[in-house]
């Protein structure tokens, strides 16, 4: 299926909110060449794979879910919600999984411009608040540059040159540098860089001509729909990767047994101590792009042999 150039938006900008809205900005430039790079140059992706790749594609979409109802709990990181917010989202994943695919499509297509309007109003109105100072250049990490290049993911094999979608990649590539900038400049590079929920922090303190703006429920908000366009994904992934592995339509019951795996995963997560947490959770989506380059290069071989 080919999937828009507004869904890989809201997917990859929610992926920037959700993970490097704290790192320098320097960081989330270099990451994002690098994804960049790799759309312009990668071929189309056919979907067409093997059976293995396909296998690891769709056990890998279960952490992925995990993480991301992780990170759609963090839309409020004042109190939990566990487990309401995760079950709803699963529930309309699980509704949407029933259906035919192209209503998955469309939706994160929908969701992924409502999601340009309100980040990209966030990010405007955030960076007339910034202290610049807080951003000058800085010589960045190599673990923050990998995990804003997996931000860019969602790009990766969109055929940029043949599609012309070159405009919806500057604009996701613009509002994650924008979404960082904003933060270090309204936090400071001290508290960014600490902050749970660094993102979520800064438009809490956001003033213009002098009067605070309490954009926090925009935020919340689109961090939600961007969740929402994540799973999405991964529901299409895993029915796509299930049919290619089974040589049928996925049934109902291994649909939903697939979701309950993703939903105990996130519990797994939560009653792990913040000290196990972070550093796995960071190990995971730096892992990602190498793993999403090394299931395409097993494709490729799978299909030579």
Known sequence: MKRGNAARFGASVTLAAMVTAGFPWTSVLAGWSISAILALIAPVGTGRIGRVPAA???????????????????????ETTFPF???????????AMLGRREGL????????????????????WGLMDVKWTENLPELPAAWTVLLSASAGIPWWGAGIRERKGGAWLGASAGISLGL??????????????????????????????????RLEAFLAGAVLMGAMILLLWMGEMILSAGEIFLGRPMKTPEKGGLLLAAFLLEWVARVLPPE??????TAFWGFLPAF?????????????G
């Open 56 to 78: 690891l594609a769709g056990i890998m979409a279960l952490p992925v879910t995990a993480a991301v109802l992780l990170g759609a709990d963090r839309a409020f990181p004042e």
């Open 85 to 95: 917010v995760s079950l709803a989202l699963l529930a309309v994943l699980f509704r």
């Open 105 to 124: 499509e469309r939706v994160s297509v929908l969701l992924g411009i409502f999601l340009l309007g309100i980040l990209g109003t966030v990010t405007v």
């Open 180 to 213: 960082s900038l904003l933060t270090r400049g309204v936090l400071g590079r001290a508290l960014a860089a600490w902050e749970p929920a660094p993102l979520y922090r800064a438009v809490q303190t956001i003033r213009i001509l002098g009067t605070l703006q």
């Open 276 to 281: 196990i947490l972070v550093p796995v959770e």
């Open 292 to 304: 999403a380059l090394g299931v395409v290069e097993l494709g490729k071989f799978e299909k030579r």
